[in-house]
């Protein structure tokens, strides 16, 4: 890795830094036990400096003393540090990546058909919000059927709490979760057990505490691209091949050093960059001829633009760029049903919720080109060439949940008689599905938006957030919105952990009990034809019920029906084939049978 520092075979260690506009850097050193530091004026040439230094080693810690344009002096952290255990304003400390012993170190991860996604943030899954004590609770995954984790960001943010999406320093895992041997112990646990460890990242901005970067090196954004964080980040201007160079080698570093199976790249729509390739086919492409080789390496997507040209497959059906990209259409649209919710990007829902259902369980985007009102443009591409396993289905994520004023789950707001249904769509179709934490007993903690900033930014932030929702009904009076908690205050924080011991209790307990069910069905039945070659399913709507049919890798149909509706209808079942799931029948006698409102039919043949 070409940026910041490198434990030499012989002894020692080079460090460097990227920083064209500070004339001079020097690197401070403490070695362990020694409480002054030494300080080694680094080497200049074309933008980087450079320093071997021998008596530097494993477990002593060092910054950058870097003259600014202002010929002010600013001690700064290593922008590519493994570790900054006193938070992103203290000195980096020097890890040797090649400490940690691997036990399963035959690992060559899953074929992405397999995936059955677990979001989770390591603060709030359990009490303690440790590596050490997510890993204790892996097993518990295992047993649900879960096959893939994937972890809310890591990299290190200002203060103690946060959802990762504020992160300053790309390379070094948060410490308030553990150390970085904490964390590839609990990537090996996982493997162990045969579960894909897949990571957060964000690469369309950095957070707005703790990045020095904008004072000592300002060649890392490009002011001709305005993004809501500033200018962006320079992936298309002057200088910008060291800045891709960075973002390449840290999504390298995560599947490399801490052999993650795949990253999800957070809002690339956020992204500007007008190269070609642009940064995520050259991130797509850089894993693909690296760690890519040797085993099964996946790239997920956030792109609310829908865009189906990363998604693409080549002539044996195999991603070009991404594996697949979370589908917000699914949530919306069941949301929509669920609740009657029709605010916002709702709007886009509201009138043909089962429809748009229906055509984003099939074709993968509800939004193929057509207008959004929400939006007022165009919105999506085609998606009807790509298979199922293109896309990542959901209920419920963090922003869906912690984007609410309160961060209430779904059960706190949905309609209970249909909330099973949604669930049995979700898991018994060909697309990747995916549960959010906790949402398998139906947990009665919410996930609330929280951060620990400075003072200053802390009342912005919290003031912003609260002004965002006057524009809803709900929050019409000053009173109303004095209600929202702080995302500062550690009670928005605590209030998210999950309390583990409710998974015995009724009602939690039988939602546990027929996620379960769910998940075995689609393992046993489902699973085994599901493959990168499949082709975009069918819908059809007629009086009111759904009805969804793909073919499957060994020209097998699935075919699922749901009723969302009200009240009963008559509905014609299909005449063959094994039914697999059904509830909700009432009076059932082929070819037609009576649908309660939350009906669903899974059958194969």
């Known amino acids: ?33 020694n409480g002054e530091p030494t300080r080694h004026l680094m080497q200049s040439l074309h933008g980087w400096h450079e320093i071997d230094v021998p008596e530097a080693g494993e477990g002593a810690s060092y910054r950058f003393v870097v003259k600014t344009r202002q010929a002010h002096d600013l001690a700064v952290p290593d922008p590519a540090s493994r570790s900054n255990p006193q938070g992103v304003h203290g000195a980096s400390l020097i890890v040797d990546p090649k400490s940690y012993v691997w036990q399963s170190s035959e690992w060559r991860g899953r074929p992405w058909p397999d995936a059955v996604l677990y ?21 518990d995954l295992k047993l649900l059927g879960i096959t893939a984790l994937q972890i809310m960001p890591l990299a290190a943010f200002p203060g103690e709490r946060n959802w990762g999406y504020d992160g300053v320093l790309q390379f070094a895992p948060a ?28 690469y369309n901005h950095f957070g707005p505490e703790g990045n020095y970067l904008h004072a000592y090196c300002p060649e890392f954004f490009n002011p001709a691209h305005r993004t809501p964080w500033g200018a962006a980040i320079n992936f298309d201007g002057e200088g910008s091949r060291t800045v891709r160079d960075f973002f390449v080698h840290n999504a390298l570093y995560w599947i490399e050093e801490y052999r993650f199976d795949g990253l999800r790249l957070d809002a690339i729509h956020a992204i500007r960059d007008r190269s070609h390739p642009d940064i995520v086919a050259e991130i797509a492409a850089a894993i693909r001829a690296g760690p890519g080789v040797s085993r099964q390496v996946h790239l997920i997507l956030e792109n609310n633009g829908n865009h189906a040209r990363y998604l693409e497959r080549d002539a044996q059906r195999e991603p070009r760029i991404a594996s697949a990209q979370w589908d917000d259409d699914v949530h919306h649209a069941l949301h929509v049903l669920l609740s009657g919710e029709a605010d916002g990007y709702y709007a886009d829902y509201a009138t043909e919720p089962l429809k748009m259902l229906g055509r984003s369980l099939a074709e993968g985007f509800a939004y193929q080109g057509e207008h959004s009102r929400f939006r007022d443009r165009l919105r999506g591409e085609p998606s009807t060439r790509l298979p199922p396993a293109a896309f990542v289905s959901f209920l419920q994520n963090h922003d869906m949940i912690g984007n609410r004023a309160f961060g209430d789950r ?14 049995a769509c979700l898991l018994l179709s060909p697309q990747i599905p995916m549960l959010f934490m906790g949402e398998e007993f139906a947990a009665s903690t919410p996930f609330r938006f929280f951060c620990d900033f400075g003072p200053e930014l802390a009342l912005s932030v919290a003031n912003g957030r609260r002004h965002e929702f006057k524009r809803f009904a709900a929050f019409s009076s000053e009173a109303a919105v004095a209600r929202i908690p702080d995302p500062n205050a550690e009670a928005s924080f605590s209030a998210s952990k999950l309390k583990w011991p409710e998974r015995h209790a009724s009602p939690h307990r039988e939602r546990l009990e027929f996620i379960r069910e769910l998940l075995a069905l689609r393992r046993r039945y489902l699973a085994p034809h599901l493959s990168n070659r499949m082709h975009a399913g069918e819908f059809t709507v007629v009086n009111g019920v759904l009805r969804l049919e793909w073919r499957l890798a060994d020209d097998r149909t699935w075919c699922l029906m749901a009723h969302f509706g009200k009240h009963a209808v008559y509905a014609a079942l299909p005449d063959t084939g094994t039914t697999v799931f059904s509830m909700g029948l009432a009076a059932a006698a082929a070819p037609q049978a009576r649908l309660e409102p939350g009906a669903v039919i899974a059958t194969y043949f």
């Open 175 to 202: 410490p308030c979760y553990g150390s970085p041997s904490d964390l590839k112990a609990f990537i090996d646990g996982a493997h162990a057990l045969g579960m894909m460890v897949l990571l957060d990242v964000v």
């Open 410 to 423: 779904l059960q706190a707001f949905g309609d209970s008689r249909l909330i099973p249904a949604a669930y």
């Open 119 to 139: 979001e989770l943030h390591i603060g709030t899954f359990t009490p303690q919000g440790t590596f050490a004590a997510a890993r204790e609770r892996l097993a």
């Open 1 to 33: 890795m070409p940026f910041g520092c490198a434990l030499e075979p012989q002894g020692g260690a080079r460090f460097r830094l990227w920083a064209p506009s500070s004339a001079t850097v020097t690197l401070e050193l403490w070695r362990p036990g």
